[in-house]
T-cell receptor
Framework: SQTIHQWPATLVQPVGSPLSLECTVEGTSNPNLYWYRQAAGRGLQLLFYSVGIGQISSEVPQNLSASRPQDRQFILSSKKLLLSDSGFYLC?????????????FGEGSWLTVV | SQQGEEDPQALSIQEGENATMNCSYK?????LQWYRQNSGRGLVHLILIRSNEREKHSGRLRVTLDTSKKSSSLLITASRAADTASYFC????????????FGTGTRLLVSP
């Protein structure tokens, strides 16, 4: 069966410090991968998605970047964090069925920038 | 901008009652999905309904879709305290790559 791992689960970082959140998917090949952000009490905002190694699409201009160095690895990064980067970050992959794509989420990473 | 808007934003009921949440969207879609999120956790997929379907059931869940009104509803029957969570609708747009666009969610509280 497929599983998705995301880490770290919680992170407190000072303003201006770098960020690296990692996500790996097991049990599937060539998945579409996603990074979402959820501000407190809000819906999910799609940040990046990737359809293959080295292929990254950005949905919103921001202080973050994403990379996909391997088929089942997706990394969210920042060189210098801002206070506004605080939030709940969710990695996800999708499984295709005849009905459409279903998104499977990791457990999320809580980022607090202080 | 958000495609889906859930209504109500918050809902408080007693165990055994039914809970109904609504979702409205703006553009044509390929399918609409409902997800559940327990506090501080990742989202879990509940049900997917295609644009050519009008109703779908899964256990105590019933989802309807009205494409003419661009709206969907999620009904949870005989609710339990364990149903307490936030519920999100997400739409897959008629584009080549199916990105899901999530609404802002309904917070459901089921009291024992």
């Amino acid at each position: 069966s497929q599983t998705i791992h995301q880490w770290p689960a919680t992170l407190v970082q000072p303003v201006g410090s770098p960020l690296s959140l990692e996500c790996t998917v097991e049990g599937t090949s060539n998945p579409n991968l996603y990074w979402y952000r959820q501000a407190a009490g809000r819906g999910l905002q799609l940040l990046f998605y990737s359809v293959g190694i080295g292929q990254i699409s950005s949905e919103v201009p921001q202080n973050l970047s994403a990379s996909r160095p391997q088929d089942r690895q997706f990394i969210l990064s920042s060189k210098k964090l801002l206070l506004s980067d605080s939030g709940f970050y969710l990695c996800a992959w999708d499984g295709t069925s005849s009905s459409g794509n279903t998104i499977y989420f990791g457990e999320g990473s809580w980022l607090t920038v202080v | 901008s958000q495609q889906g808007e859930e209504d109500p934003q918050a809902l408080s009921i007693q165990e055994g009652e039914n809970a109904t949440m609504n979702c409205s969207y703006k553009t044509s879609i390929n399918n609409l999905q409902w997800y559940r999120q327990n506090s501080g956790r990742g989202l879990v997929h509940l049900i997917l309904i295609r644009s050519n379907e009008r109703e779908k059931h899964s256990g105590r869940l019933r989802v309807t879709l009205d494409t003419s009104k661009k709206s969907s509803s999620l009904l949870i029957t005989a609710s339990r305290a364990a149903d307490t969570a936030s519920y999100f609708c997400a739409t897959a747009l008629n584009t080549g790559f199916q990105k899901l666009v999530f609404g802002t969610g309904t917070r459901l509280l089921v009291s024992p």
